[in-house]
């Protein structure tokens, strides 16, 4: 179930009790122990009750683990073609993760936009005005109460993608402008034709999303 809502999206107990392959009371209570430890947020909206993650510090955690437990067992097509979206490119709570969110960090750092300071990933004044560029509100990014950067690293790439609120506006920004869109029953995402476009113009990379490619446009 905190896998689940990974995916930055709130999800109702029934929802959550199908992810799980439980019976809806028996998923109640381990809601009821997830938000006695803080693990989890319940937002009511009118006679529902949607559940959370309680924030950013809880999705790290869960990305660290998931980057050292034992690789997934894969049994059928299916599983193998969702395994290997999800690896391509998903959400890690409100920030771009997989294929896609590495490749992406490590196209602001080739291009001055981040850079590397004591293993976390810091703004450079170049990467502010690209942020105002591509529609990033760093304004408002600054107001809220979470780190400002932060390298995550990516449970299925063992490399580091952008975290913290640069890392949630950068991905709204996305979602936005249609470059990227949520694939229904998971949190795995799939670049749209513009974002093919707008990935290689802002970011430098060719996003080849049916074979699950990212190369840099300049080779």
Partial sequence: MLSALLGGERLPAGDLAKVAGIAPPTASEHLARLLDAGLVVCIPSGRHRYYGLAGAHVAGVLEALDAIAPPRTVRTLADSQADEALR?????????????????????????????????????????????????DLGELRQRRRRFTRACIDWSERRPHLAGALGAGLAQVCFHRA???????????????????????????????RAKRILSATK
């Fill in 88 to 136: 391509f490119a998903r959400t890690c709570w409100d920030h771009l993760a997989g294929r896609l969110g590495v490749a992406l960090s490590e196209a602001l750092l080739s291009r001055g936009v981040l850079r590397v300071e004591h293993d976390e990933f810091l703004l450079t004044r170049a990467g502010e005005d690209w942020c105002g560029a591509i529609g990033v």
């Fill in 179 to 209: 470059w990227i869109r949520r694939i229904p029953g998971g949190r795995a995402l799939r670049v749209t034709e513009s974002g093919t476009a707008a990935f290689s113009e802002h970011f430098g990379l060719l996003v080849e999303a």
